[in-house]
């Protein structure tokens, strides 16, 4: 058993916070977003790539997150939804509320 109150690792990029615990051989990771954060421009340049292609499968507990894969499909999700995000996107806040997210996709190296 593990706490995101004593993550193992704390990842701080641009516009957010990013709490990793490993547990059960799984490894979970709490997002915080602020407003403003955007994928493209605050965690393209650590990532090297032209779109997120890490697999997001979580819980969304607050704020509203724009999302728009590369093939032009578009979500919106907000707080209480389960999201199931492909790799190949770009994501964004959308209005002044921090988004939490609890990710249990393959985020190993998500914002390193």
Request: charge should be negative; charged fraction near 20%.
């Amino acid at each position: 058993m593990k706490n995101f109150s004593a993550p193992d690792e704390t990842r701080t990029p641009s516009n957010a916070t990013i709490e990793v615990v490993k547990v059960g051989g799984k490894t979970v990771m709490k997002a915080t977003f602020q407003p403003g954060w955007k994928w493209s421009k605050d965690i393209k340049p650590t990532a090297g790539t032209d779109a997120c292609e890490v697999h997001h499968f979580g819980y969304q507990a607050s704020g509203i997150m724009h999302v728009v894969a590369n093939d032009g499909t578009e979500i919106e999700s907000g707080p209480g939804d389960i999201i199931d995000i492909p790799p190949g996107h770009d994501a964004w806040i959308v209005g002044n509320q921090p988004v939490v997210l609890i990710d249990f996709g393959d985020i190993e190296s998500y914002a390193k």
